[in-house]
């Protein structure tokens, strides 16, 4: 009997450990690999958000949100509102997170650490240690006048 219940555990242990490591592996499966253009070290071809983005858009078209880490460590957290985690970890130094989504829920666990670009605009960097929590939008094309 006490054999036949520390067998279980094991099997329940295994389990939980597999399950903990496919959420943490950093794979963003294939869903949000063709929705997401980059998360580049700095120096390599598309670690400025420029260049080819995600499901054909051509060099022109301007991310939604490009975060870049500026310090050692950068916790960020970017998700689809309603939807999809895009991002939940520490960026390195140099590295950049760049996303096409038409809108993208963003928290910043230390906003002095990242440079924020939107809609092609930076955004003023906040303080060492401050914690901001924003939404950001595509703009939307103006329609064009008929006639």
Same mark, same amino acid.
């Given at each position: 009997m006490g054999a036949a219940v520390c067998a279980l555990l094991g099997i329940v242990a295994v389990g !939980?450990? #597999?399950l903990i490591a496919?959420?943490?592996s950093g794979d963003p499966g294939p869903d949000r690999a063709a929705s997401a253009a #980059? @998360? @580049?070290p700095a120096g +390599? &071809? $598309?670690a400025d958000g420029a260049g080819q983005g995600p499901s054909g858009r051509g060099g022109d078209a301007v991310p939604t !949100?490009?975060?870049e880490c500026l310090e050692e460590n950068c916790p960020v957290f970017l998700r689809i509102p309603g939807g999809d985690v895009l991002v939940d970890r520490e960026l390195r130094a $140099? +590295? @950049?997170a760049t996303y096409y989504e038409p809108r993208i829920h963003v928290v910043l666990y230390d906003a002095g650490s990242v440079r924020v670009v939107v809609n092609g605009e930076e955004r003023e960097r906040g303080a060492? $240690?401050?914690r901001r929590t924003f939404t950001v939008s595509r703009p939307t094309p103006? &329609?064009?006048p008929s006639g």
């Amino acid at each position: 009997m006490g054999a036949a219940v520390c067998a279980l555990l094991g099997i329940v242990a295994v389990g !939980v450990f #597999a399950l903990i490591a496919s959420l943490d592996s950093g794979d963003p499966g294939p869903d949000r690999a063709a929705s997401a253009a #980059a @998360t @580049t070290p700095a120096g +390599e &071809p $598309g670690a400025d958000g420029a260049g080819q983005g995600p499901s054909g858009r051509g060099g022109d078209a301007v991310p939604t !949100v490009v975060i870049e880490c500026l310090e050692e460590n950068c916790p960020v957290f970017l998700r689809i509102p309603g939807g999809d985690v895009l991002v939940d970890r520490e960026l390195r130094a $140099g +590295e @950049t997170a760049t996303y096409y989504e038409p809108r993208i829920h963003v928290v910043l666990y230390d906003a002095g650490s990242v440079r924020v670009v939107v809609n092609g605009e930076e955004r003023e960097r906040g303080a060492k $240690g401050e914690r901001r929590t924003f939404t950001v939008s595509r703009p939307t094309p103006s &329609p064009s006048p008929s006639g």
